[in-house]
Structure formats: structure tokens, C-alpha cells
């Protein structure tokens, strides 16, 4: 199935430069597959590559598009964003109340906000969590919130960075398996290559370029080839 | 801590706005100070634990909400005795019990986001320039955030022990403070990409 044009996310010659420091050199991608991964060695730059998919970094040349808008809030909107730790992310004490949040921020009605955090609830199988305080939940269940914290915002796309850095193997499989399930474009940056098996097209990242990009197996074994020297 | 003391429930006390709920605390108290001794006070405990009754709140929420103040009601008892005697150490004592167990009362029954939805609420009027959003999500972080940093504090000092450092205040501080500052940048991001910036 092709994707909605006004849905694709596109960088035109976008880089980033911080403190005179290149992050990410000029670069033009279009990402319309429904699972992407970005992969690359600590300080590549493939966090930073990430964050300009929501708006969250700025770019200092080119743009970032979804379809043919350009406004950051735009972005916000069609692109949740899951970060690796999600003590950083979850902002209200109890679980309801962080479910909430975006939706408040969005202007929802309350009717409307208590159907989507029903909703999103049952379809993770969280409804036990619902009353909890987020403090108190375990490193798994606080990354399934902070997830359906973005999923309730009914993005069309969901990027996720390095979800599973800090989840046991239990949970990393259990994350796994609703990531697999989702209806959203994924685009996910990891370190973990069996995750990325699956996925449409995967990207690598190294010293702020794209050095390699296509099926998982080809990026992934360079990428295997390059740490293996 | 208002975000570890609130008991989920339908009682009328649960559902009642935030703001009826602060403005009889604030009746509570000012009774309870300018009413005649002991008959008000008699009135006033007899009010808050009507309130717990009513709440479905048992016996044991109210101990746990005064045991945290347990010394400082048994050094104004011991300071009150020894100035005043016996009967107006008990009195000063119980009063203050029985307003620590009226505001327990309230953060046991509101969750934080109906005080931010109030608080909100309040500041509806107040012109376009005051950041109506962003005060109410100031609140709602610290009350998110200040059982982190405590869980921070004590990781950072259990490391420290395990190191041999004893307790020293400022080897503590340092690293709470640069990482909790490395945080708050993670968090503002994490606020901004849930669409904070259209809330104001």
C-alpha cells in the first residue's frame, strides 16, 4: 500500500551545526516506508537525525517536511516522539494524568480524551495502570506509557530512540511485539540489529552522514563489517 | 506528598471541585484558631473525621499522613508542658493534628491534575500575557519530579557508600545537580514534542 503523500516525512539539505561543530552534514531523504531503522556507532549523530522528525532539534540549513507543510508545529503533531529514558518523558504523577497530557495540550475535548486514553489503554493492555503513580511503575511498564503517551496523540508516524536500552529481555520482547503491531509509520533508532530485522529499510549513520541506506541485511552487515575492525 | 497520598474513589469528598475543598481547609484552619478553645476544636476534629468517614479513607491513611510530624508534635508538646502545662500542651497539639489531618483530607481525595485544572481554572481570567499553561505545568512537574530527584539523591549516595564516602553535602549535591539539569533538558524536549507549544 503507498503511503499519503501529505503523510511522508522529506529533508531537503537539511544539516545541523552546533557550537561550529557539524552534527549532521547536508543531507536530502524521503521516508515513506512503514518501518525504518537508524543505526550507527555513539555520537553519529543518528539521535539528532531522529529529533528533526518532530521538530524537537531545528535544522541549521534546509527543511524538514511532512507532505508539503514545513511548521514545526505540524510536525509535533503527525510525529510522536518516544525517547530511551522514560523518566524523562512522563511528566504527570499518575498514569491517567500523563495519558492526558498531549491531548490537553492538542485542546480535546474531555469526552474525547477519556475515549483515546480508554482506548489506548485496552489496546496495550494497561487498564491496571491506569490509577498508578508513575514513579512507582517498573522500567517496563514506564516505557509502555511513555509509548501510549505518544500513541494516544494519534500520530501518523511514531519515532522511537533506542526504546529498548533499558528494558530487560522481557519487556524488550513485549515492546517489540506492539511496536510490530503498530499501524503507525515506525522510524526507530537502535543499537539492538535484531529489532531491526524486520523493518523496510534501515539507515546507517556515521560522523553525521548517511553511509549507508537500504534493505536491513546489506546496512546492518556493514555495519557489522565496520565494528568488527 | 500530594502525588504519593492520593486514594483513588468515588466518595462526594473525591468528586468535589479542588477549590470548595481548599476554601474549607481555609475555613477549618481560621476557626480553628479564632473559635472559642476546646469546643471549636472539638467541632473541628469531629468535621475532619466526618470527612475521612466520608472519604472511605481508614484509620491507618490517617496515621500515615502525621507520622511524618511526629517529632515536631512531640517537641511542641514537651515545649508547651514545660511553659504552659499539661492541658494547653494537649490543646496545641491536637489542633495542629487536626489541621495537618484537614489538609491530608484534601491531597487524599484530589488527584494533581484536578489542582492544576483548578489552578487553571482560577487564573482563566488573568490577561493574555500571564502563562497560564506553563504555571500549571510548572506545578504539575514538581509534583511529577520530586519523588525522582529523592530516588536520585539516594542512588547517588548509595554509589558514594559503596565507594566509602561517608555523608558529605556536597559531594551529594554535585552530581543531583548536574543530573538533574542533564534531565530537564530531556524533559523539556519530551514536553515540547507532546504539543505543549500549542497548549498557550
Redesign the interface.
Known amino acids: 500500500m503507498s503511503p499519503d503523500p501529505s503523510t511522508v516525512l522529506t529533508l531537503q539539505g537539511v544539516s545541523v551545526v552546533k557550537d561550529g561543530r557539524t552534527i549532521l552534514h547536508p543531507l536530502d531523504l524521503t521516508l515513506a516506508e512503514r518501518r525504518i531503522g537508524i543505526i550507527g556507532r555513539n555520537g553519529s549523530g543518528k539521535s539528532t537525525l531522529a529529533r528533526l522528525f518532530n521538530g524537537i532539534e531545528t535544522p541549521s540549513t534546509g527543511t524538514v517536511r511532512l507532505g508539503d507543510r514545513s511548521e514545526r508545529r505540524a510536525l509535533r503533531r503527525a510525529v510522536g516522539f518516544v525517547f530511551q529514558n522514560p523518566d524523562n518523558q512522563i511528566v504527570y504523577p499518575i498514569v491517567e494524568e500523563d495519558l492526558a497530557f498531549g491531548l490537553k495540550n492538542l485542546k480535546l475535548p474531555a469526552d474525547e480524551i477519556r475515549t483515546r486514553i480508554d482506548a489506548v489503554l485496552d489496546r496495550f493492555g494497561l487498564a491496571d495502570l491506569r490509577a498508578r503513580l508513575t514513579h512507582q511503575l517498573s522500567g517496563g511498564e514506564k516505557q509502555m506509557i511513555a509509548l501510549a503517551g505518544v500513541l494516544v496523540m494519534r500520530p501518523a508516524t511514531v519515532v522511537l530512540d533506542e526504546p529498548a536500552t533499558l528494558l530487560d529481555l522481557w519487556n524488550r520482547n513485549r515492546l517489540m511485539q506492539l511496536i510490530t503491531g503498530l499501524e503507525e509509520q515506525v522510524i526507530m533508532v537502535s543499537h539492538d540489529l535484531e529489532m531491526l530485522a524486520g523493518f523496510d529499510r534501515v539507515l546507517l549513520v556515521e560522523a553525521g552522514r548517511i553511509a549507508a541506506d537500504g534493505p536491513p541485511a546489506a546496512v546492518i552487515a556493514r555495519y557489522r563489517a565496520g565494528a568488527a575492525c | 506528598m500530594?502525588?504519593?497520598a492520593?486514594i483513588?474513589g468515588t466518595s462526594p469528598l473525591h468528586r468535589a471541585r479542588p477549590l470548595w475543598k481548599v476554601l474549607g481547609l481555609i475555613v477549618i484552619c481560621t476557626a480553628l484558631f479564632a473559635g472559642p478553645g476546646w469546643p471549636t476544636l472539638g467541632l473541628g476534629g469531629a468535621a475532619v473525621l466526618a470527612g475521612f468517614a466520608l472519604a472511605r479513607l481508614s484509620p491507618r491513611h490517617a496515621v500515615r499522613a502525621l507520622r511524618p510530624l511526629i517529632w515536631i508534635l512531640a517537641l511542641l508538646f514537651a515545649v508547651q508542658l514545660w511553659l504552659s502545662g499539661w492541658a494547653l500542651a494537649g490543646f496545641v497539639v491536637l489542633r495542629f493534628a487536626v489541621l495537618i489531618l484537614a489538609a491530608a483530607l484534601i491531597t487524599l481525595t484530589t488527584?494533581?491534575?484536578e489542582f492544576v485544572d483548578g489552578l487553571m481554572a482560577l487564573l482563566a481570567p488573568a490577561p493574555a500575557w500571564v502563562p497560564k499553561a506553563r504555571i500549571a505545568?510548572a506545578i504539575?512537574?514538581a509534583?511529577?519530579f520530586l519523588?525522582?530527584v529523592r530516588?536520585l539523591l539516594e542512588e547517588i549516595r548509595q554509589a558514594q557508600a559503596a565507594r566509602g564516602l561517608e555523608r558529605n553535602l556536597i559531594a551529594l549535591a554535585v552530581p543531583l545537580l548536574l543530573r538533574a539539569l542533564k534531565?530537564a533538558d530531556?524533559?523539556s524536549?519530551?514536553?515540547?514534542?507532546?504539543?505543549?507549544?500549542?497548549?498557550d
Open positions: 500530594l502525588t504519593e492520593y483513588p488527584r494533581s491534575s505545568l504539575s512537574l509534583l511529577r519523588p525522582m530516588d534531565s530531556d524533559i524536549a519530551a514536553i515540547y514534542a507532546r504539543s505543549f507549544d500549542a497548549a
